[in-house]
């Protein structure tokens, strides 16, 4: 079946200990992406990778870093949490870019005290 | 830069009723459309798409038409049910050098009552 994996679904965590969520998807996808959702702001991209090793900025990418050491995986780094990180994340990947479908994953919430 | 406006929520309508939520949009080039679904507690679904003028996507009783002429991508269906309960949201995309970022709308959240 067809997926983007993200974990966890759920992190509370303290301001200042480093954290990771997981990406994973099994389609062989090129392009990958991170979206953070806030109410009344929609859907905003962190950042995107077009491929192995290749990583870039989107809209919001202040306090996270990403890495592509493999086609699968992209996982979101966040190396000093603060409050206003607070908000549900999302993993995406479509074949190639361009009026091509984007698969989601399932979402993580995390909560910043 | 590229936006999305769509109707502001919640939208909350009878079983059967007709549906209709707005969106227009500004892009600088040629966009590609989509309408996304979010049912509660999962992550984003493709509902349908449309990638040149004119052209109607369609899906699941759910249609939208490609308007260039008003920039706009109203979503529609004749006849709701409660399972269509979800947050909706409209994006655009355009390739930009190879980032196929997906630009949304702020959602709307629909409830169906039986």
């Known amino acids: 079946e067809a997926q983007v994996t993200q974990n966890p679904r759920y992190l509370i965590t303290v301001t200042g200990k480093k954290l990771t969520v997981t990406c994973s998807q099994n389609?062989?996808?090129?392009?990958m992406s991170w979206y953070r959702q806030d109410p009344g702001l929609g859907l905003r991209q962190i950042y995107y990778?077009?491929?192995?090793?290749?990583?870039d900025k989107g809209d919001v990418p202040e306090g996270y870093k990403v890495s592509r050491k493999e086609k699968r995986n992209f996982p979101l780094i966040l190396e000093s949490p603060s409050p206003n990180q607070t908000s549900l994340y999302f993993c995406?990947?479509?074949?190639?870019?361009?009026?091509?479908?984007?698969?989601f994953g399932q979402g993580t919430r995390l909560t910043v005290v | 830069g590229n936006s999305v406006t769509q109707m502001e929520g919640p939208v909350t309508l009878s079983e059967e009723a007709f549906l209709t939520i707005n969106c227009t949009y500004t892009?600088?080039?040629?966009?590609?459309l989509f309408w996304y679904v979010q049912y509660p507690g999962e992550g984003l679904q493709l509902l349908l798409k449309a990638t040149k003028a004119d052209d109607k996507g369609s899906n699941k009783g759910f249609e939208a038409t490609y308007r260039k002429e008003t920039t706009s991508f109203h979503l529609e269906k004749g006849s709701v049910q409660v399972s269509d309960s979800a947050v909706y949201f409209c994006?655009?995309?355009?390739?930009?050098?190879?980032?196929?970022?997906?630009?949304f709308g702020t959602g709307t959240r629909l409830t169906i009552i039986p």
């Open positions: 990778s077009m491929n192995v090793e290749v990583t």
């Open positions: 389609m062989n996808h090129e392009y």
């Open positions: 892009a600088t080039g040629y966009p590609s």
């Open positions: 994006a655009l995309t355009i390739s930009n050098f190879g980032n196929e970022k997906l630009t």
């Open positions: 995406a990947s479509s074949l190639f870019p361009g009026g091509t479908e984007a698969f």
